[in-house]
DNA sequence: GTGCTTGCAAATCGTTTGCAATAGC
DNA sequence: GCTATTGCAAACGATTTGCAAGCAC
């Protein structure tokens, strides 16, 4: 799907920047922090400013066409992939991978517990990635 | 068990700040931040500094002693609880509470996925929690 | 007295805010 | 022209760092 369709999906009204941030995004795994998505941008776009970066990624998350996750306290990283996946984050080199929800997890769909209405599931792992395990690449 | 016991138990030499961090801990379940037990200490301990705080808490972290939690995209939070249970965090309080791992996700021991090694595991939902979604308490 | 622990002040850095300039209908 | 979007510079705030002083064995 493009990006510009996608905006749209989301009821997000389309723009350069708006289009380029999804675009990066949805062709980027690597779940990008807003510094990265405007460092890799820059270039390209050398007019774009890190704060409409910072805007559009909220939007996006706000909008549901994209997951803001929390597994790493230096900074806030973005998922352009809204499906149900868990992720990983290297204590050592620090990138953050897809993993799929354990099978006996996925039945459990809840929306409310305790009387807290749920609307995000994050599941995050954490540990030593498989490249810096054998590179003996820990710290 | 007594907080100075627990540091112990955890390989931590204990100290007047330590053991007066850990005991915070330990007594109160509402998942603090940093800065809230500096705060909180702070009066009953006038020399007592932030970098102190900090200190500990990522001491006992990295020993075992505390749970990290960075549901909250705001600040590091942490738990002296560190048995099995999931973490809820309202997006209009911005209060932490805890919740039990659903049944089906308890049986799930994973310590290796896809060749990266795990070392830790969280279960972070958000919502709206029970007294601000009576209270209409939403933003 | 050596090594770990503490605490202050300053620095760092991701993120937000205020506000003026710009673009799109 | 009006409203939403963008971008710059400054502010903010949580956390870290450098380093000197204090403590413990």
Redesign the pocket.
């Known amino acids: 799907m493009e990006a510009y369709q996608r905006l749209l999906e989301h009821n ?2 389309p ?4 289009i380029a941030i999804m675009k990066y995004l949805m062709t980027h795994s690597t779940h990008p ?3 990265v998505i405007y460092t890799e941008l820059s270039p390209t ?1 050398p ?6 970066v ?3 990624l ?2 996006f998350a706000e909008q549901g066409a994209a997951l803001m996750l929390t597994i790493d ?4 990283n973005f998922d352009g992939d809204t499906s149900l996946h868990a992720h990983f984050l290297c204590k050592s080199c620090g990138r953050i991978y897809d993993l799929p929800v354990p099978e006996a997890s996925k039945s459990v769909e809840m929306y409310e517990v305790e009387g807290h209405r749920i609307l995000e599931v994050h599941n995050y792992y954490k540990g030593i990635c498989k490249e810096c395990f054998e590179k003996r690449n820990i710290d």
Chains 1, 2 share one sequence.
């Open positions: 997000i009204k723009s350069m920047q708006r922090s807003a510094d776009m007019t774009l400013s890190k704060t409409t910072y805007n559009t909220k939007l306290d230096k900074n806030v």
